[in-house]
């Protein structure tokens, strides 16, 4: 059964960072384009960041470009988020995604992770 697993959330301060870890385990994620969500509450998930399957592509939403950054390392089946110069309005549960796939048509999330940034 596919997992993705999420970790490294917390309470940070504005202005602080935070690194986010994604383990998926019960396939090889390498062929799949794997992202970042968000959802705050009261409002719906919105997309954070995506990085391609070899790593040589990535996305990122306006709001946090040039403060997070996504990576992979294939051989450990992990991506991070890291996050710094954060601001209160990025509080919020970050889930992981994984997309595509040799099918094309995979859709597995993780179950979340808080952050929360306090002014």
Known sequence: QAQLVESGGGVVQAGGSLRLSCAASGRSFSSYVMAWFRQAPGKEREFVASISWTGGSTDYADSVKGRFTISRDNAKNTVHLQ???LKPED????Y???GGGPSGTANYWGQGTQVTVSS
């Open 83 to 85: 996050m710094s110069s």
């Open 91 to 94: 509080t919020a549960v970050y």
């Open 96 to 98: 992981c995604h994984a």
